[in-house]
């Protein structure tokens, strides 16, 4: 898939993009960027997936935005960044931020493995509400490319466990290989990484589906040693609460 993203699939490249706060400003920087953001990066050919409190980090805002393809990352980039809107408020979004450096860039590892947008409306600019939604997403950071065998571990042993337990995916990533093509903006370059995230109806649930994980003969014995065997580093979890006008994945 490359050029214009359609209305519902979402998106053939991904920026993960977690920023490390000052104490106490995170809740600045959201309601900043919900109300001035959302719609100015769209119109310049941006999808702003989703924006979220991180549960276990209160000073970290983690946001997914998409692309086309990486030609025309390079240019919807540079027209919100060179435009005005960024220009009149960019002063008071950096200033909430300590770095703003940590972002994967991530394209799905099959083409139909990417987000899905239900086609409804966004929330309203003035949205207060919190869904009550939670996403989790789940970080393997491997030694080398994620490769084929890789990818049917996952589908054909994993899935099945985790389907089982709660917890299906929305969303299967792997690292963009391809140069950053806008590095006004730098990307974590050098790494290799397996993304998926799931959506659970409320924390509990999430913890339910953990217990039933941990409760499987199966995953204990046989998927979670094989998948350890294969890690460079621990699995990276994030719990993801999403903001008044993050537009939900199914």
């Known amino acids: 898939m ?3 993203i359609d209305g519902t699939a979402c998106c053939p490249v991904v ?10 400003q995170r809740d600045t920087l959201i309601a900043l960027f919900d ?17 979220f409190r991180d549960l276990d980090r209160p000073d970290v805002f983690t946001w ?3 692309f ?13 960044y060179d435009g005005p809107l960024w220009a009149a408020h960019r002063d008071a ?3 909430t931020m300590i770095s703003s450096d940590n972002v994967r860039l991530l394209r799905p590892v099959r083409p139909q493995s990417g987000f899905v947008l239900d086609g409804g409306q966004r929330p309203h600019r003035n949205a207060t509400a919190i869904p009550p939604f939670l996403f989790v997403a789940t970080i393997y950071s491997l030694a080398s490319p994620v490769t084929g065998e890789f990818r049917e571990f996952f589908e054909r042993l994993m899935t099945a466990d985790l389907v089982a337990s709660g917890a299906r995916p929305i969303a299967v990533l792997e690292t963009e290989p391809s140069a950053n093509t806008f590095p006004r903006l730098p990307v974590r370059e050098g790494e290799h990484a397996f993304v998926w995230f799931a959506r659970f109806s409320e924390v509990t649930a999430y913890d339910l589906h953990l217990a039933a994980l941990d409760a499987s003969r199966q995953w204990r ?11 460079e580093s621990p699995v990276e979890i994030m ?5 008044s006008r993050s537009w939900l994945p199914a």
Do not use: W
């Open 93 to 95: 979004a950096n200033a």
């Open 68 to 80: 086309g393809d990486m030609t025309s990352r390079a240019g919807a980039l540079a027209a919100f």
């Open 2 to 4: 490359s050029g214009p």
């Open 35 to 51: 109300r001035e953001f959302v719609e100015t990066q769209e119109a310049a050919g941006i999808r702003v997936i989703a924006q």
């Open 64 to 66: 997914l935005r998409g």
């Open 15 to 24: 920026e993960l993009r977690q920023y490390t706060l000052h104490p106490g």
């Open 239 to 243: 719990r993801l609460s999403p903001t």
């Open 221 to 231: 014995e046989k998927v979670r040693p094989a998948l350890e065997l294969q890690l």
